[in-house]
């Protein structure tokens, strides 16, 4: 089964169970899989799955009590789900876009070799189209202003908190933040 884009789905499984983990009250001791399954309201294959990757990535602890396997919060990095593969090692993708959008708000005004200075790691490089695409997206939908041919100008107004706006595939801009479209190219997808 195909994936929703991200503009036509609610928060995701592991959102759910990461919300659940979280506000677990930490007098009830350790948590099992039916609780925070039944908390967040997923299907329990799914939240040991991701359970067992968060183990794997050092954000909770597994212990076993008598028949049962519980687990217990260990790295509470807040409301931001942690993006781990099955084997514990963070998720990269999305992270040039995340580091642009961060970049850009420090900067202020840049250009897109400031941009790529700033934002690109040795984790995710950012190639020069890259980020001129994306910063021409953030031009249509708002969130930047073309100061000259090579500056740009974060709109502050628009900032709509941390996650970064994506641009997806069906060529629009969805803001992660607001969960919604902020902008479809002509031939793209509107919501």
Do not use: C
């Amino acid at each position: 089964m195909a994936r929703k884009p991200m503009d036509q789905s609610g928060a995701s499984p592991r959102d759910l169970i990461w919300a659940a983990i979280r506000a677990w009250p930490a007098h009830k001791g350790p948590f099992s899989l039916r609780e925070i399954a039944d908390e967040a309201k997923t299907h329990p294959d799914t939240t040991r799955d991701y359970l067992r990757a968060l183990v794997k990535g050092q954000w909770l602890a597994e212990e076993t009590l008598g028949e049962t396997l519980f687990w217990r919060l260990l790295r509470d990095t807040g409301r931001e789900t942690p993006r781990v593969r099955r084997d514990g090692t963070p998720v990269v993708q999305g992270r040039a876009q995340e580091n642009m959008w961060r970049s850009m708000r420090l900067l202020g005004t840049f250009s897109v070799s400031d941009l790529i200075a700033q934002a690109a790691t040795e984790e995710a490089p950012i190639a020069v189209n890259t980020a001129l695409q994306y910063a021409l997206a953030l031009v249509a939908a708002g969130y930047l202003r073309r100061r000259n041919e090579v500056q740009f100008l974060f709109v502050g107004a628009m900032y709509t908190g941390p996650k970064s706006p994506v641009i997806q595939r069906t060529k629009v801009v969805f803001d992660q933040n607001l969960r919604k479209v902020m902008w479809s190219a002509p031939g793209g997808r509107a919501s």
